[in-house]
């Protein structure tokens, strides 16, 4: 079931260039979009903003509420930052019901023990970070368990279809994307006879150079 947080937001009356000023005075610009209905432009106290991100992350149901309007229901559709400084300049919110199915990227989890690595000394590589997927807003998770135990021999792989998906979930990712596997260790490549001739010239080398100073000393 998705997790509902809430947070206060207040109606925007400074656009443009001038948002810089609102910036300065701890609040951020941003605009609430979707279900054909006009961009409301609001403004979000940047402390409670990114204390709501640290706490529940940018996937988590919001309810944005408003001085003398009706409680919106949206999620986080874009966050831009400074390029510069990496600050938080601008947010995007975009309309849910809790009856609708909407597109997520829902994260994944690698639970388990791989036997490619812990037995065949495989090295693990997890290949993709999320899933998309389809469901309805109101049974949003914030996270998939994938379990790794089935990749027992080097290059076994998992792919995105063997991921077992909540009831009413449906897979938006290709079913045929590889999304786990075991490489084959690293082995140090032997040594080559011309490395090997070189290695031995210079020993030789030295020892006629040592030889050379020895006489002459």
Do not use: W
């Not at 709501?52 to 919106?72: C, F, K, T, Y």
């Not at 909407?102 to 970070?129: M, R, S, T, W």
């Amino acid at each position: 079931m998705a997790e509902q947080t809430e947070l206060k937001v207040a109606p925007r009356t400074i656009m443009g260039k001038a948002n810089k000023r609102l910036r300065k005075e701890g609040m951020l610009p941003a605009n609430i979009y979707g279900h054909k209905e006009a961009p409301v432009p609001i403004q979000v106290d940047a402390i409670e903003f990114d204390r709501l991100r640290r706490a529940h992350g940018a996937r988590n149901i919001i309810s944005l509420l408003m001085p003398d309007a009706p409680v919106e229901t949206a999620l986080i559709r874009h966050v831009q930052h400074n390029p510069k400084t990496g600050k938080i300049v601008h947010i995007d919110f975009t309309r849910v019901s809790m009856r609708e199915r909407i597109q997520v990227n829902v994260p994944l989890n690698y639970v388990g023990e791989a036997p490619g690595v812990k037995i065949e000394g495989g090295v693990f590589l997890h290949l993709v970070d999320a899933l998309a997927v389809e469901c309805t807003a109101s049974d949003m998770i914030e996270s998939l368990d994938v379990d790794i135990s089935s990749l027992t021999d080097i290059d076994a792989t998992l792919h995105a279809g063997d991921i077992k998906l909540p009831a009413n979930f449906m897979l938006i990712t290709s079913a045929e994307e590889p999304i786990a596997k075991i490489a084959a260790p690293r082995l140090e490549e032997p040594a080559t006879p011309a490395a090997e001739e070189a290695a031995t010239g210079g020993e030789a080398a030295n020892t006629e150079a040592k030889s050379s100073e020895n006489t002459e000393a």
